[in-house]
């Protein structure tokens, strides 16, 4: 995670500047559509510090779902508390305060040290994830986790009319291809799991190796699993730089709900997102 360290959070409201008194700020930001916040304590005869709560602001209204997420997911047992989330009904952008996750998300060098393990380790924590729509849908459906299905169907069209197009998901393809498949295969998508929308390495925290919890959330809900079986395996090829963790990852997840052609489509669909 990029750090750098700023004396103040900027155009924070009353509350947020409250909350960050005392402790040491960094901008974590890795996106131009929201601004991130560490605020850390340092760790006594160390030149380390320990974060403690992650503030995010945005557009008005753009973190209102994640806020929910975060919400749902924690009652769960898997994603951040939610300290404080701020609408633009009361300020002029969205603020939402979380406390941290306890552990090192998965670019940590000890954890992509022995890839082989955290393969089968992720693949087997986003198995386990997806299946709480059938174990658990009673609970789901009391934490009113939304359908996001056609959301994400809507974006990859939205995405196709303003022209938008990235061929890394899908070597060697055009955008008029990519579009037919994606349109072809939008019927075959289904509501089968509960997911994290944004399944890659540096959104699953882990401390010494065991699952501490998700965070960005902003994508999650109940949609197709394959969605995020795509970018658990596209993680390791982006992150490592081979793919030689692609069938390792689908083994460990277990192909006995994966369809090679949907993963297909899902490629062509991320083109446009």
């Not at 605020?39 to 995010?56: G, R, Y």
């Not at 898997?78 to 979380?98: F, K, N």
């Not at 055009?174 to 509960?194: F, G, K, M, P, Q």
């Amino acid at each position: 995670m990029h750090r750098t360290p700023i004396p103040t959070i900027p155009d924070a409201p009353p509350s947020i500047r409250s909350l960050a008194r005392g402790y040491a700020i960094a901008d974590t930001s890795s996106s131009p559509e929201a601004r991130v916040y560490a605020l850390s304590t340092e760790i006594a005869d160390t030149n380390t510090t320990n974060d403690v709560l992650f503030v995010k602001t945005a557009t008005a209204g753009a973190l209102a779902h994640e806020a929910h997420m975060d919400a749902a997911f924690h009652e769960l047992g898997l994603g951040p508390e939610v300290v404080d989330y701020l609408s633009a009904d009361d300020v002029s952008a969205d603020w939402l305060v979380t406390r941290a996750v306890i552990g090192d998300d998965c670019t940590n060098a000890r954890y992509l040290a022995e890839p082989e393990r955290l393969c089968d380790l992720l693949a087997e924590r986003l198995r386990a994830l997806h299946e709480l729509f059938h174990v658990q849908h009673e609970r789901i459906i009391e934490l009113n986790i939304p359908d996001v299905r056609m959301r994400y169907l809507e974006n990859v069209e939205r995405g196709w009319r303003s022209g938008r197009f990235d061929a890394q998901f899908f070597p060697d393809i055009t955008a008029d291809d990519a579009h037919r498949i994606a349109a072809e295969a939008a019927s075959s998508l289904h509501t089968n799991a509960l997911l994290h929308g944004d399944y890659c390495l540096p959104n699953i925290i882990l401390d010494d190796w065991r699952f501490s919890g998700f965070i960005d959330l902003d994508h999650a809900g109940l949609s197709d699993r394959h969605i995020d079986v795509f970018w658990g395996a596209w993680t390791f090829w982006f992150n490592l730089h081979t793919d030689a963790y692609c069938n390792r990852f689908l083994d460990a997840y277990g192909r006995d709900v994966i369809d090679d052609d949907k993963l297909t489509a899902i490629a062509a669909m991320e083109c446009f997102m």
